[in-house]
């Protein structure tokens, strides 16, 4: 047992018992390791299909096939000064940012399907600049906001405590599935009409009416400790999220590439949802870990807070459905061990 596996043993028995973040001992990175693509890569796009490159990918996106994507999704670095595990990120000026991204984004054009839509995701900082770049190549459709529900307070300025996804398309010929990703709310003061509930519905558990997706989401809960999805990724995006996009703007075995795969989101909701995948990850370690995740998918297909084929509200989830969530949760290693849920 090498010295991280034996950490990670130690941490499993020293941390609370609620805490289900998934881990990656060195027997695992070992095998999963052997799995990863890397350069060369000469393969075409199924045999692509649901794997994990792992690599720089501006060296690697010349060795792709062109026009294998039905969506992309795009979380690079926002303009901040970060580590990424081996990798790190040094913020810079606004312009400096915003010819950076456009210096590989329009690398990553020939790659998509006409019908392919995209998403990219950033913060204040970055927004603008993504926006403009964005605007320069392709078809700008929309800014989506997402409410993450942590975020340090300041007392000299407002709590950050969102980050933008924004919204666009190749062409006008693209697929949108509004009713895939339809929010379930709890209705505060129903409306009757004689008698009978009117654009809502009566359950035992209470009142709920299914509500068209906005451009503002606050239904969304940052992975952390207790969830069996959380890692100890720095920037993990809740499955939830990428649930959403991937059923709105693709289809079932519909192409998903991500050359910024960090901890694996995209992946592990890829295969939840039935659609392919492909992601790039310059860190070995997230590389092995996205691909654990993406592994444990094919096994579990709950997603929290998607359930019924609907998107329920943040906590309007009965107790009994909430069970039913917790309880199909489990976090199985690849060597068979099981977990118990919360």
């Not at 052997?34 to 692509?48: F, S, W, Y």
Request: hydrophobic content about 35%.
């Amino acid at each position: 047992m090498g010295n991280t596996e034996r950490k990670m043993v130690y941490d499993e028995k020293r941390r609370a018992p609620r805490n289900r973040t998934l881990i990656l001992t060195d027997r695992e990175k070992a095998a999963l390791s052997q799995k990863l693509l890397r350069a060369p890569v000469t393969a075409n796009a199924e045999q692509l299909a649901d794997q994990i490159i792992c690599g720089d990918f501006l060296t690697l996106l010349p060795q792709l096939p062109n026009s294998f994507v039905d969506l992309l999704i795009v979380d690079p670095p926002y303009n901040l000064t970060k580590c990424f595990g081996a990798e790190s990120f040094r913020a810079m000026p606004v312009a400096d940012y915003e010819e950076w991204f456009e210096s590989w984004f329009v690398r990553l054009l020939p790659l998509l399907k006409p019908t392919a839509s995209i998403y990219v995701c950033g913060d204040w900082r970055s927004s603008a600049a993504v926006q403009r770049v964005l605007d320069r190549c392709v078809i700008v459709r929309n800014r989506i906001t997402w409410e993450r529900e942590k975020g340090r307070g300041s007392k000299t300025n407002w709590k950050n405590a969102s980050e933008d996804i924004w919204f666009a398309t190749v062409s006008d010929d693209y697929c949108f599935n509004v009713k895939e990703v339809m929010l379930k709310r709890r209705v505060i003061a129903p409306y009757r009409m004689n008698g009978h509930p009117k654009g809502w519905d009566d359950h035992p558990d209470g009142q709920f009416r299914l509500t068209h997706p906005s451009n503002i989401w606050t239904d969304l809960t940052v992975p952390f400790w207790s969830m069996s999805e959380n890692t100890e990724h720095p920037t993990q995006k809740p499955e939830k999220l990428l649930a959403k996009l991937l059923l709105a703007s693709s289809r079932e075995n519909d192409f998903v590439f991500d050359p910024f795969l960090g901890s694996g989101t995209t992946g592990a909701v890829a295969r939840k949802l039935g659609r392919r995948f492909l992601g790039i990850e310059c860190d070995e370690h997230h590389a092995c870990l996205s691909l654990k995740r993406a592994e444990l998918a094919v096994r579990d297909h709950s997603i929290q807070g998607y359930n019924d084929g609907v998107f329920w509200e943040r906590n309007s989830l009965n107790v009994k459905s909430k069970k039913v969530v917790q309880e199909c949760d489990l976090q199985p290693t690849l060597f068979g061990a099981t977990k118990s849920p919360s």
